[in-house]
């Protein structure tokens, strides 16, 4: 047996009746088809189920679906505007910031909550937001770049994302070296 809930995701209300004992990440996922939002450790270690609630990136397979019918939720799917992707999706892609991409829809949620409540982060600030998005492909010094990119292009004028400049060739990418350990 469930319990009405009404969600606000992505601007929009939904209704549910999830089980009581399900997480705002089942609820997406099974109930709304909002499968951007990736399902990892299960216990908020891993970053992978990241939704921003109430202005913060959250774990959502730790938040009872309950809780989260008392906040606006955005998922990795409502940070576009239409065809107009979130300077951070623009910046990732820029970047070459993702590998297998399994961890990317956390790491960009986890970089536009860092953005909207700092419009100019520096490296450490961006460090400390991705911190708690894990990835196995190492792509941390690229995403770093990207949350870069995305904060020093999202005052340009017209609202619309850089062009995305024609990425180096393979001896250039390998000049940069590897990316750097997330932990200090």
Known sequence: ????????????????????????????RDDLGLTGTRFGCGSGQCGSCY?????????SCLIPARQAAEREITTIEGL???????????????????????CTSGMIISAAALLARDAAP?????RDALAGNLCRCGVYGRAIRAVKRAAETRGVAGGSAPAMKERGSAPAMKERGSPPAMNR
């Open 122 to 126: 520096d490296e450490a600030a961006i």
């Open 51 to 59: 939704v921003i609630a109430d202005g913060r990136a959250v774990a």
């Open 1 to 28: 047996m469930g319990m009405r809930l009404v969600l606000t995701v992505n601007g929009a209300a939904h209704e549910v009746d999830p089980p009581p004992s399900a997480s705002l990440l089942s609820v997406l």
């Open 80 to 102: 576009a505007q239409g065809d107009n992707l979130h300077p951070v999706q623009e910046a990732f892609i820029a970047e070459d910031a993702m590998q297998c991409g399994y």
